[in-house]
């Protein structure tokens, strides 16, 4: 698979609006449920332990989100994603400013260690340094990655048979045989928060879409198809926008006016 069809998913999302439960960071659940919105899906964001795993067991997918961090939400995160793996549901993992501090480092092992990934998503720093391979974090933001990434990430990913991608200025995505490289998006997409945050959630309906018995190379074709449509959608956005406030209303609208044979054309996808 060099590339993939991003319209034949695009067109199914919309078609069957996944529920996607999100316990995202409190910065942006708003952001990423418009986002999920715009694109046709359903968003939830429910967080409190009584319901998470009653919710995350109906939902298509579950996206787990640790940008802000409390001994609540990992409890959470933890009861949700236990009952997603136990109904077979597609569990998305975003790792936000692992690196920054021991107890984002410990949160980050306990999920990926107890829980079953479907698909690992952080900036390439985050994942290098979750992954063993090197990195800087400042904060919540990737300061450097390590050219060595993409070997690490291909045995993770082979070693959890998971799908494992690392987003920068071109997103890397392996399902531990192949790595693809990305080559979509826009500058702006950095300069507003939730970027990577709404990716995520992204990437929650797409697996969502893959179902319940999708194995890695199913997700990882959903994986490119829903980062290339929000790749391709903050191109067009750029396009209409004229900084970055303007830019985060226009990317809702090219989310929501987004055409998959149009992204199909602009997509660049190459194989490492």
Not at 38 to 49: C, D, E, F, N, R
Not at 115 to 124: D, F, K, M, Q, T
Not at 144 to 150: E, N, Q, V, W, Y
Not at 212 to 222: G, L, T
Request: net charge negative; with cysteine.
């Amino acid at each position: 698979m060099d590339t993939v069809d991003s319209a034949k998913w695009l067109e199914k999302v919309r078609r069957e609006r996944p529920l996607v439960h999100n316990i995202t960071n409190l910065v942006v659940t708003n952001i990423a449920a418009n986002a999920l919105l715009a694109l046709g899906a359903s968003p939830v964001m429910a967080y409190a332990k009584e319901e998470v795993a009653d919710m995350a067991g109906i939902a298509n997918g579950l996206s787990l989100n640790m940008g802000t961090l409390d001994e609540a939400v990992v409890e959470a995160m933890l009861i949700a994603g236990r009952a997603a793996n136990e109904a077979g549901v597609p569990v998305v993992f975003d790792p936000v400013g692992v690196g920054a501090t021991p107890y984002r480092n410990e949160v980050a092992k306990k999920i990926t260690e107890e829980l079953n990934i479907s698909v690992l998503r952080g900036n390439a720093a985050e994942i290098g340094v979750l992954l063993g391979a090197g990195g800087e974090v400042k904060g919540v933001d990737a300061a450097s990655a390590t050219d060595s990434l993409g070997d690490f990430m291909k045995q993770y990913a082979k070693k959890k048979d998971c799908v494992v991608i690392a987003t920068g200025k071109t997103d890397l995505v392996t399902d531990g045989d192949t790595i693809w490289q990305l080559h979509n998006g826009h500058e702006l997409l950095t300069k507003i928060t939730g970027s990577g945050c709404m990716a995520t959630a992204i990437l929650g309906a797409f697996a969502g879409i893959a179902g319940k018995e999708a194995d890695v190379k199913s997700f990882a074709e959903a994986s490119m198809a829903a980062l290339t449509c929000y790749n391709v959608a903050g191109e067009l956005a750029a396009e209409k926008s004229n900084g970055p406030g303007t830019f985060q209303a226009a990317l809702f609208d090219a989310l929501f006016k987004l055409e998959g044979e149009r992204v199909n054309k602009r997509a660049r996808v190459t194989v490492r």
